[in-house]
């Protein structure tokens, strides 16, 4: 038998702790319950043989409640919709939607969130002139050096090339929008 100063030592917590799980938990094991003049009195191994339990339940409770958010079928489970979720315990899924969700609200309360179709907007005004302007440029550059025809419409082959190869990078990071118009230019 131990004292309560004796117990709280060896479990290594403040006697503040020890007297909130006592009034935390009824069946707490004690064999004596102190009052004027006379000690509290604990079994250790009783006490120990009860928190290892109550620990128990707690990781059981936990992993019940993981299991049963890991049954829900929500869109942010999706690696695309938020990044970085796989693997993640659902509780953790969800923290980082929720996460994701205040960023994003954060965004758009200091006007920094710009939609979609503003970019396909913005993408569908700007692209088809700056390829022009990139063509017109080479062609004046092949111009002022004297180059070959054949070689004017080469460089030119090979400017259009790179353009689509970077519009279909567009198209996969954008998720195959109306970006497929601008490819011809």
Same mark, same amino acid.
């Given at each position: 038998m131990v004292k309560k100063k004796e117990l709280a030592k060896l479990l290594k917590i403040s006697r503040q702790t020890l007297d909130q799980w006592l009034e935390r938990w009824d069946e707490f094991p004690v064999l004596e319950r102190g009052t004027n003049g006379r000690e509290w009195q604990f079994d250790p191994a009783a006490v120990t043989d009860f928190l290892r339990a109550r620990r128990d339940e707690e990781r059981q409770r936990k992993e019940a409640r993981d299991e049963a958010l890991a049954q829900l079928s929500l869109p942010l489970d999706d690696d695309e919709v938020v990044p970085g979720l796989s693997g993640l315990s659902a509780a953790d899924r969800l923290r980082m939607a929720q996460l994701a969700k205040l960023q994003r609200e954060e965004a758009e309360r200091l006007g920094r969130l710009v939609s979609r179709e503003e970019i396909e907007a913005a993408l569908a005004e700007g692209?088809? +002139?700056?390829? $022009?302007? #990139? *063509?017109?440029?080479? $062609?004046?550059?092949? =111009? /002022?050096? *004297?180059?070959?025809? +054949? /070689?004017? *419409? $080469?460089?030119d082959g090979? =400017?259009?090339?790179?353009?689509?190869?970077? #519009? *279909? +990078?567009?198209? #996969?990071?954008?998720?195959?929008s109306e970006l497929e118009a601008y490819i011809d230019g």
């Open positions: 692209l088809p +002139e700056l390829l $022009r302007s #990139v *063509r017109d440029a080479a $062609r004046g550059k092949c =111009i /002022e050096f *004297r180059m070959p025809d +054949e /070689e004017t *419409r $080469r460089l090979a =400017i259009c090339a790179a353009w689509t190869a970077k #519009v *279909r +990078e567009l198209q #996969v990071n954008l998720g195959k």
